[in-house]
């Protein structure tokens, strides 16, 4: 039901034997354990036309989920247990539905039958009977004339039995009939039953001759015991296996292209594609998020309601949510913090999150570490979904994940260090191992060093490097040559004293904006085809001027709100994408640095 765009469900029936108090009082604890999402209010509005519970919903909620929290957490759905225990063969037996079943028509079968007989012996000895009356009828003063000569009834009776071959009971049957039956009348009626017993004993033979006469009668009782007392079903009789049996909350969720927004203070939320229309080139777009004046999209990216994101997280953790449990907002709307949405430690933040549409074995999870550290793992491995998360790679003491890349095995890989470094490699160069393995050498690091990016290499983009004292530069990757992996490396930018320390690198297109975040609070955004591409050995240009006192911590790269075209075509077809495979996307333009999105 839906009232001022506020959808409520409406409860008009409760399982048997469960009490409508309790079922309320049971609802509102869920709720306030959070344990139902997106209920506002619930209240009682039964009275004598019938049950009427109604339960107000958020105006973010999404009625099929909430519902399916409710028949999964509450007594709004229920199992009704019956044990089955019945006498096979005078022997307690527990039966299962299909037991049950043959056991009631073999005993419809045994009962038919038995009744069959029944009605059989009676029909032939009442023709018997009937055969010795018409006997009589058809001689009936001869009967009479030797009734009368006899002494007693004793003597008449054996006198019939003698002369006119009848049988015992025929001879007290003709001693016991009354005059009347002596009428033309009478005489006409006990023939005609005769006759008839005599077609309903061949009837009757027929049916304990064949079985398929006998399941027809079974058959035909049901029906009309069918239509004199059924009533309209209330339950649904539905082939599904044990397994199958528990609700899915997918099996309510209408599947459905959605644009994922991410903003850079750690806030997401899902707007159907069909609200994004498509532009030319040239168009003007169309606003994908409202944020706060100090927050900035940092992803957008396009989604099925029944996909799959993972959230990995600095402790080598990774975390699954389904597209549809992202609340559903409007293109204006900030969305809602991921805290909200994942229980993930107080000192975890996410530093990488991927869309996946299908777990296969065709495709790789590539991570890397702080220490230098590269895992590749098939998909497959990451396909048993738990609420607490589960590990995505073993960590060394004081190591930390830094990026994850979903690959189809082939892709090379960028390793950059802080003190400017940087290695490129085919990840065909690491074997696949297991998903709780540790991993092996990406990149050899000198002392004080440490890895602060992993990109994905594209020949077609550029390698950003930013540095704490506010230069950078790009770099086209083509600069890159792929060697093993396990080396030093390359200079990637002189971390001089005017530079500092590298503290972001980022795959990029040319028509990319870049935000830039200080200790201080301060943020600046500029495009990326404002920043010179030069060699790689150099030591770049001033991005952002800085106090003494403060430095860049964090770099990420704009989605546009005015790009060239919508943001579904943007996120579906980023511009010269080296790899065809829909499951793999550039990440790039969607990566989150591991200091700027976490938990807060």
Known sequence: EEKKKRQSIIITEIPYMVNKSLLIEHIADLIRDKKVNGISDIRDESDRDGMRIVIELKTDANSDVVLNQLYKHSNLQTTFGVIMLALVNNIPKVLNLKELITNYIEFRKEIVTKRTKFELKKAMERVHILAGLIIALDDID?????????????????????????????????????????????????????????????????????????????????????????????????????????????????????????????????????????????????????????????????????????????????????????????????????????????????????????????????????????????????????????????????????NAELTDGSRDIILATKNGNAVRFNEEDARAVGRTSRGVRGINLREDDEVISMVIASNEKFLLTITENGFGKRTAITEYNTINRGGLGVINIQCTERNGKVVAVKSVYEDNDLMLISKNGITIRMPVSGISSIGRNTQGVTLMKLDETDKVVAAAVIVKEDDEASITSQSENPPSQPSQDPQVQDSSPIQVTNTQQNSN
Not at 209 to 236: F, N, V
Not at 314 to 331: A, C, D, F, Q
């Open 142 to 402: 001869n009967i009479i004339k030797k009734i009368k000569a006899s002494k007693d009834t004793q003597a008449a009776t054996s006198v019939l039995i003698a002369d006119f071959a009848l049988s015992e009971l025929q001879a007290k049957a003709i001693l016991d009939m009354k005059l009347q039956r002596l009428a033309s009348l009478e005489q006409q009626k006990i023939k005609d039953e005769h006759a008839e017993l005599l077609k309903v004993i061949s009837e009757l033979e027929s049916i304990l001759a064949s079985s398929q006469k006998l399941m027809g009668i079974i058959k035909k009782e049901l029906h009309e015991i069918s239509e004199k007392y059924s009533d309209k079903r209330k339950t649904q009789v539905a082939d599904i296996t044990l397994e199958e049996s528990e609700l899915d909350v997918e099996d309510l969720i209408e599947k459905e292209e959605m644009v994922i927004t991410v903003t850079n203070a750690g806030y997401i939320k899902r707007t159907p594609v069909k609200l994004y229309k498509e532009q030319r080139r040239g168009g003007k777009g169309i606003i994908a998020a409202t944020t706060k004046e100090e927050d900035f999209i940092s992803a957008v990216f396009t989604a099925s309601t029944h996909s799959y994101i993972l959230f990995f997280t600095n402790k080598g953790r990774v975390y699954w949510l389904k597209t549809h449990e992202i609340p559903e907002s409007s293109r204006q709307a900030k969305g809602k913090p991921i805290i909200n949405l994942i229980q993930f430690a107080p000192d975890e933040k996410i530093n990488a999150f991927i869309p996946v549409n299908e777990f296969d074995d065709k495709h790789y999870l590539i991570l890397a570490t702080k220490q230098g550290v590269v895992k590749k793992t098939n998909l497959i491995e990451y396909s048993n979904p738990r609420a607490t998360g589960i590990i995505a790679v073993n960590l060394d003491e004081n190591d930390e994940l830094i």
